[in-house]
């Protein structure tokens, strides 16, 4: 995970590592769509005080297949919706793990000296099946998973 400063904006940037399973691809594959949250929130430190929430967010992707066009579609729902297609599975898989160049907040909006901390993680959104399909996919029970919250601190620096 890291943060950037745009100039105008705080950028986040972070990746998770390896959240497909081989049953979750093999299920990808005949049509059974995969969610991921991913939530964030920034926080000013304050020793002495609760943290304050500066901003909080909730971000979907969903990917599904589409047999008829071998086609992958990466929906990715948050401040914008934005539809990505795509023919390479591999790729696909890439657009939902990572985020990148997401604006969390005008730096306007953050203190000269001011001790931050940006939390993230990621969760596989379980939606149920219709009609019962629970029963008849196997693997259904071990598409779960939440990663742990990663913390990253920073300072803005103070300007001359």
């Known amino acids: 995970m890291a943060v950037i400063n745009s100039g105008k904006q705080l950028l ?15 299920g990808v594959k005949n049509g ?13 430190k304050r020793s002495g005080w609760f ?10 992707r969903r990917l599904d297949y589409d047999n008829l066009k071998d086609e992958y579609r990466v929906v990715m729902a948050g401040r914008k919706k934005r539809i990505i297609s795509l023919h390479d599975f591999d790729k696909a898989k890439k657009v939902m793990k ?31 099946l219709p009609f019962n399909f629970q029963n008849i996919i196997p693997f ?6 939440d990663t742990e919250w990663s913390e990253l601190h920073f300072i803005i620096p103070e300007t001359n």
């Open 12 to 26: 986040l940037y972070f990746r998770v590592d390896d959240p497909f399973t081989p049953e979750m691809v093999k």
């Open 32 to 44: 059974i769509p995969v969610t991921f949250s991913f939530y964030i929130n920034l926080y000013r």
């Open 51 to 60: 943290n304050k929430e500066m901003v909080s967010y909730k971000l979907e």
């Open 98 to 128: 990572e985020m990148n160049d997401f604006p969390i907040i005008s730096l306007t909006e953050l203190e000269p000296g001011g001790h931050y901390a940006i939390r993230a993680r990621v969760s596989l959104e379980k939606k149920k």
């Open 140 to 145: 259904w029970n071990l598409w779960e998973f």
